[in-house]
């Protein structure tokens, strides 16, 4: 999974979220405060996005629309990576001239096929860096959602970043029940609140979340957009509630002290192999025993990378934490297996 995140590839971001969400509205929000790039927007179908233009490159399973504000719109019918590698030779030849490519998802796809293509096809591996997931939550219908679509919790579990939309119409009990459930299912996205897609594009792209760096943040609030002070974010505490929810995705959080690098590299090939299917996102900062560097560990289901990063400060910061966001886990049982990887 490691990727070269030189300047020569180009970044990608994917934003995913159920029908309705608001992910057309935050596109055309970006577009209208566009001003320094040109933005390559993907689509699994035309939407209600404002494509004022010519159309350039007219295809069975591919159209292209060029938007007068110079970023394009491609709509997706066919084979995501096909579309993919003809967009990349038309760059090439110089008949097409884009800064990002953003995907927007259809609101019942599961992320995982879209994610994995970015480290499976080669050409697209060697030119085209996954930038971050974005997922939209519709805060009126969300925890319907979760009840009644399983594809809802997958999108959250994959997310990087949520970004709640449509908050002006709940209460803040209403939202507090909501953050809690998001953060239940995944503990390491930063969740922002945005009203009609008014979010600075800083807060979702050029993220760098599959880069293997020395970030690991459990999430303990979320972000309030304000627009009228050019959308300043002010962080604020999620009061926790005790609630029971039967979603089969959460996140795991297996912690200790400095590990043995021979065990602590089984169990991560045995919890892979084992488990990979159902682990959505999983992210590790390890101590390792006679080793001064941290090492990092960053996986999307069975497709994992290791790196080692900068030394530890001081002894008392060597502590090994590993987040996975997963369907089912039997985490009693992986915990002790984890707790043996301690060296001696």
Same mark, same amino acid.
């Given at each position: ?43 699994? %179908?035309?939407?209600? !996005? ?14 292209? !629309? ?18 993919? +590698? ?13 800064? /990002? ?20 096809? %080669? ?5 085209? /860096? ?6 939209? @939550? ?10 009644? +679509? /399983? ?120 919890? @892979? ?23 990092? @560990? ?43 990887? @301690?060296?001696?």
């Amino acid at each position: 999974m490691t990727q070269d995140i030189s300047t020569s590839l180009l970044p990608v971001t994917l934003l995913t979220g159920f029908l309705g969400s608001g992910k057309t509205t935050l596109i055309n929000y970006l577009l209208e405060n566009n001003h320094n790039e040109k933005i390559m927007i993907i689509e699994n %179908e035309f939407g209600p !996005v404002n494509l004022d233009s010519n159309l350039l490159t007219p295809n069975q399973d591919i159209q292209i !629309v060029e938007m007068t504000n110079g970023c394009i719109c491609c709509t997706v019918q066919g084979e995501l990576t096909k579309a993919l +590698h003809q967009l990349h030779a038309e760059r090439q030849a110089g008949k097409l001239q884009f800064d /990002r490519l953003i995907i927007e998802t259809t609101g019942l796809a599961d992320p995982a096929p879209i994610i994995q293509t970015f480290f499976i096809d %080669e050409l697209i591996r060697e030119t085209i /860096r996954l930038d971050a997931i974005i997922t939209i @939550v519709d805060s009126q219908h969300i925890l319907q959602h979760l009840n009644e +679509h /399983r594809v809802a919790v997958s999108q959250i579990g994959f997310a990087d970043r949520i970004i709640l939309s449509k908050t002006d119409c709940i209460t803040e009990q209403q939202q507090i029940e909501i953050l809690n459930r998001i953060q239940k299912i995944n503990s390491k996205a930063t969740i922002y609140q945005a009203i009609n897609g008014k979010i600075a594009k800083s807060q979702w792209l050029d993220i760098h979340a599959f880069d293997l760096d020395e970030e690991l943040v459990l999430n303990k609030g979320f972000f309030i957009v304000n627009p009228s002070k050019q959308l300043e974010t002010n962080f604020k505490i999620i009061p926790y509630q005790t609630s029971s929810w039967n979603d089969d995705i959460c996140s795991y959080l297996f912690e200790a002290g400095e590990l043995d690098l021979k065990k602590i590299g089984s169990f991560m090939e045995n919890l @892979v192999d084992k488990y990979g299917n159902d682990m959505l996102r999983y992210k590790g900062i390890l101590a390792i025993k006679d080793n001064n560097q941290r090492l990092i @560990v960053q996986g999307v289901h069975k497709i994992v990378g290791f790196d080692y990063g900068s030394p530890w400060q001081q002894a008392s910061e060597k502590i090994s934490r590993l987040v996975v966001i997963s369907r089912t886990l039997p985490f009693d049982e992986l915990n002790k297996e984890f707790l043996q990887t @301690v060296a001696n």
